[in-house]
Nanobody, 119 residues
Framework: QVQLVESGGGLVQAGGSLRLSCAAS????????MGWFRQAPGKEREFVAS?????????YYTDSMKARFTISRDNAKNTVYLQMNSLKPEDTAVYYC???????????WGQGTQVTVSS
């Protein structure tokens, strides 16, 4: 199994930036594609971004976040990141990282980190 621990959330003003980190342990990190998801109060969880096992393939983003968010990974550190710029109040949510074997589904999830953007 893979254990995932997110960090880096917090309170930020609109227009600000945050970088989320997700540290993995347990299995070979580079075997897993990684994703970030988020869930706002009263809403369903939504996809944010994903990155391939090596990090050199195509990364995918939800259109509304593509210009502002960047996913990256450091396999030597077993960590995936989400750089979030130009944050908006509607970005307020709990952000989760997830891992999946390819092919497969996201079967491993972290506990989430809260991001709150004030207007």
């Amino acid at each position: 199994q893979v254990q995932l621990v997110e960090s880096g959330g917090g309170l930020v003003q609109a227009g600000g930036s945050l970088r989320l980190s997700c540290a993995a342990s347990g299995r070979t990190f580079s075997n897993y594609a990684m994703g970030w998801f988020r869930q706002a109060p009263g809403k369903e969880r939504e996809f944010v971004a994903s990155i391939s096992q090596s990090g050199t393939g195509t990364s995918y983003y939800t259109d509304s976040m593509k210009a502002r968010f960047t996913i990256s990974r450091d396999n030597a550190k077993n960590t995936v990141y989400l750089q979030m710029n130009s944050l908006k109040p509607e970005d307020t949510a709990v952000y989760y990282c997830a891992a999946k074997e390819v092919p497969g589904q996201y079967n491993y999830w972290g506990q989430g980190t809260q991001v709150t953007v004030s207007s």
